[in-house]
């Protein structure tokens, strides 16, 4: 088997939400190309040891605090790495290329302007999302446009229309008036793939139902994010070999919709999610405040149907 090189990657977040990115010296491994801090560990190091150690080395910062992100496994063709990355919201010390390396301050959405390692591309995706996904769904429909204004009033930024029981029309109206709303609050939405007859170009993302996702054999080339309902490792896999941007894993733990469906329990859910190359949301029975948890099973966040329009 061939070794796996273990990486320690840092994503340094200033209090205006940019990141710190780095031009790796060309005569480097990836060389040439943009990257996040960060670098190999050495015997005895754990993690995080090494990531503040990389971090000190080349931009003489200590970190304060860091967030498990996400774990990515990579084959290049000369080489295996697995990268931890982790997101630094709190360190010490003016950030600078020590080692003499260009770096830039980067906002989010800009990321994708810039040419990383192939492994990159979910680390980026990772930046860009939030940390929780609202599933808006219509199975009290007078319910519906009262549920949409309590999950943007608790400022979230990603939500899931999984309109399955209303007419096409219905589903069509309600999209045509919430829109304006939801980017007033800087929401983007994605639309449940059961639902049809929407044009692509008026939403932010398609989420696949299970049964979509395994129905894909390649991306679609329509814009925007595209989600996946996953529930075991067959349906990950799959998820990443299209090229889907994220995938809600479920259930996490027990619903009262769903009594006596086989969960996956927080061993189950890190079981899967360490192992996953694109983010992973959260699914089932959890609350806004289950988010470190989530992390620390290397989720990306919480997804809910009842977690964001409960009051508080
Ligand atoms: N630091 C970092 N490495 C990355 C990224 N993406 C990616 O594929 N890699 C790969 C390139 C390298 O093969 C490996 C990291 O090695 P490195 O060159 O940063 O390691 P290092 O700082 O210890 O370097 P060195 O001084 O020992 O040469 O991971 C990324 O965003 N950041
Ligand atoms: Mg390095």
Redesign the pocket.
Known sequence: MKSV?E?A?GAVVDRHGKILIAK?PDD???GGLW??????IEPGETQRQALDR?LHE?LAIDVKTATPLITIH?D?PD?S?R?KVWRIDRFEGDPHGREGQAVEWVAPTDLQNYS?????RP?VTALRLPPFYAILDDSTPSALFSNLKTILANGIKLIQLRLKKVTAGEAAEFIARILPLCRRHGASVLLNSAVSGIEASAIDGIHLTGKDLMALRERPDSQGWLAASCHNEAELRHAETVGVDFAVLAPVLPTATHPGARILGWQGFTALAETANIPVFGLGGLAKDDLARVREAGGQGVAGIRAFIETE
């Open positions: 090189l990486v990657v790796r480097k491994h990836q990257e996040f801090p960060g670098g190999k990389e080349e990579h290049y080489l790495v990268l990383f390692p192939a492994a990159n680390i």
